[in-house]
């Protein structure tokens, strides 16, 4: 098994680097990949399309609802207008 690189970052260009790493030192930084590659090396890792939870979308559509508001909604999360109705309907009482 090999070890850890034990390199000097400043001499490492990202154009030393596999395809991944390469891509992603040139977004992040050859320190950022080297932290990555330490930690993570050998394993396949899965990027989720969506960047936060549903429970915090939702919290934050309700938040931000203003009574007219649901396409503004929509357009800001990525979620169809149906969609933000529901969560709307499920999360705010409209007896009130």
Do not use: C
Not at 17 to 32: F, H, Q, R, V
Not at 71 to 81: F, I, P
Not at 83 to 93: A, M, Q, R, S, V
């Amino acid at each position: 098994m090999r070890g850890e690189i034990m390199m000097d970052p400043k001499t490492i260009k990202g154009e030393y680097l596999n395809s991944a790493y390469s891509e992603l030192a040139n977004l992040i930084g050859i320190d950022a990949v080297l932290k990555i590659h330490s930690t993570y090396r050998g394993q396949q890792i899965f990027f989720p399309v969506d960047l936060f939870s549903k429970d915090f979308i939702k919290k934050q559509i309700i938040e931000e609802y203003n009574g007219y508001n649901v396409r503004q909604l929509a357009s800001k999360y990525g979620y169809t207008e149906k969609w933000i109705k529901k969560i709307l309907k499920e999360n705010i009482d409209t007896n009130e």
